[in-house]
């Protein structure tokens, strides 16, 4: 290690600085140092090349392999031969496969997934939003991830797949379990057991719906899927299956993120919610700013498909690059004052939903879910004001998301009663601060 990758404390430079929660709460020196020191970076601790510049994040998207599903023989090396099964649901996403595989298999689902059937869910996403809404208002308080952010789009990931909606929260588990996979770098030997039993619940519950379907077919994107066809080419049940919960992951934890993320960041941000709450034209614009300021998926991985230069570094084939997009969408090279939010920022071309063939598939779905979430909450929410400033982060160091957004709201008096009965319970001795043991 050289003396130029350690900082004043000694610590050398390394992306895996983020299972510090402090790291984690505020990545964005870690991204600083990383761009300015070393935009592409050898981390020895993660074995993989950290690139954090927005041109060369573009350059990783565009030209290395997706295909990075770890066979058999490479997990029995790392010791994590019963992660077998979990890889052989990832080999057919279209997430880890690169072309021609992956055309063709973007190509069927896009026909599955059209502009028209997302209008169709516009609709929905505003009466769930309304309804779920309706049981928080009367009280005053709300937990904005576990009250909206969460179930929203998991209601509306199994309206798109065309599931009962009773199912969503089943579906939620499953997500948070499979995400666990996609955010780390490293995986808890104690958790594969759950994550394994899981991924076998999930499949045998997609390719039951699937069966059904094809005899009484519903609306959704599994019936799209079992009729998309191209010059005679369909997905395999397998296909339809592991691209399912590729779609329901990639809907559930990252549209989550984007509501909370974005909410917290407003609501540090006082004058910027003012002006959002003063002008709701702004809302699109504000949703693209939010995304780019606090991404909800921070970075993903590929390959080198050969040996190649990039950044005057020389990368060898097959090596492992994480492109950091958090980092990218904070270049100042790319985005004038990056560190500031501006909700009318022009030219926002962040990397936040990826870039080039695998394109976030379900961004016009999500961006309509921003909105309308953000829209509906400033609409019915008055005087929203953050309940608590201490804040934790889930520990998943790609999706980055609240573990849980405690917010007060309602007309200015009824806010400021509260806080006076609070200041009464403390005089009167009813209420007592905590004490550390
Ligand atoms: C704010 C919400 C979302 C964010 C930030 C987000 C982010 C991303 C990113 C960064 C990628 C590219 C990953 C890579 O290149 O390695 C991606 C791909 C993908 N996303 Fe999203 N996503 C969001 C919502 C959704 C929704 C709502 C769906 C489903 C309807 C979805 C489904 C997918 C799928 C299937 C892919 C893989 C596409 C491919 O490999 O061709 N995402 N997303």
């Not at 300015?36 to 993989?48: G, K, M, R």
């Not at 909206?148 to 579906?171: C, N, Y």
């Not at 806010?415 to 009167?428: G, L, P, Q, Y």
Request: negative net charge; hydrophobic residues 40%.
């Amino acid at each position: 290690m050289t003396v130029e990758n350690r900082n004043s404390t000694g610590r050398p430079l390394s992306l895996y600085h983020l299972l510090d929660p402090q790291v984690l709460a505020d990545p964005y020196p870690l991204y600083r140092r990383l761009r300015d020191e070393d935009p592409v970076h050898w981390d020895p601790y993660l074995h993989a090349w950290i690139v954090t510049r927005y041109r060369d994040v573009l350059t990783v998207l565009q030209r290395f392999s997706a295909d990075r599903t770890p066979t058999p023989e490479q997990l029995s090396t790392m010791g994590l031969a019963r992660m077998a099964p979990i890889a052989q649901v990832m080999v057919k996403q279209m997430l880890f496969l690169d072309p021609p595989t992956h055309t063709r298999i973007r190509g069927l689902a896009a026909k599955a997934f059209t502009p028209q059937r997302v209008e169709i869910l516009r609709g929905r996403i505003r009466e769930i939003t309304g309804r779920l809404l309706d049981m928080v208002e009367p009280d005053g308080r709300m937990d904005v991830i576990a009250d909206l952010a969460a179930p929203l789009p998991s209601i509306v990931t199994a309206e798109m797949l065309g599931v009962p909606e009773r199912d969503h929260e089943q579906l939620k588990g499953w997500s948070q379990d499979f995400a666990e996979m996609l955010g780390n770098f490293q995986h808890n030997p104690d958790r594969i057991p759950h994550v394994l039993k899981s991924v076998q619940d999930m499949t045998s519950y997609f390719s039951e719906q699937v069966r059904a379907q094809e005899r009484h077919p519903r609306d959704g994107l599994i019936n799209a899927f079992i009729r998309a066809e191209i010059d005679g080419d369909r997905l395999s049940e397998e296909e339809i299956v592991a691209n399912t919960i590729i779609t329901m992951v990639g809907g559930q934890e990252t549209t989550t993120n984007l509501i909370g993320n974005g909410l917290m960041t407003l609501l540090r941000q006082p004058e910027q919610l003012r002006k959002l709450r003063d002008d709701p034209g702004l809302i699109p614009s504000a949703v693209e700013e939010l995304l780019r300021y606090e991404s909800p998926s921070q970075h993903t991985a590929r390959l080198a498909r050969d040996d190649v230069e990039l950044g005057g570094k020389s990368i060898r084939r097959r090596q492992a690059v994480i492109a950091v997009m958090g980092a990218a969408n904070r270049d100042p090279e790319r985005f004038p004052d990056p560190d500031r939010l501006d909700l009318e920022r022009k030219d926002n071309r962040h990397l936040a939903f990826g870039w080039a063939s695998h394109f976030c598939f379900g961004a016009p779905l999500a961006r309509i879910e921003g909105q309308i979430a953000f829209e509906t909450m400033l609409d019915r929410l008055p005087n929203l004001t953050l309940a608590s400033e201490t804040l934790a982060w889930r520990e998943n160091l790609g999706l980055r998301g609240l573990k849980a957004l405690p917010v007060r709201f309602g007309p200015g008096d009824a806010i400021k009663a509260e806080a006076v009965t609070m200041e009464n319970a403390r005089t009167s001795g009813w209420y007592q601060e905590p004490v550390e043991p």
